[in-house]
């Protein structure tokens, strides 16, 4: 079996490097973020939601 390997503390990303990985993410997705969600896919999440909603309403 393998063991996962615990990080030592040596080992940790220093808190300034984790803090400007975390600004790059938030600035790369922050775009995908403000597309919203294509309508087709909205639709099918609606058309989920009522059914859910009606399977709710059957159980009691």
Do not use: C, F, H, W
């Amino acid at each position: 079996m393998t063991q996962k390997k615990r990080p030592r503390q040596d080992d940790a990303v220093p808190s300034e490097v984790a803090r400007q990985i975390d600004e790059n993410l938030k600035r790369l997705y922050s775009d995908v973020d403000a597309e919203g969600l294509p309508d087709d896919l909205m639709s099918l999440l609606e058309q989920l939601r009522q059914k859910d909603l009606g399977r709710s309403g059957d159980a009691r």
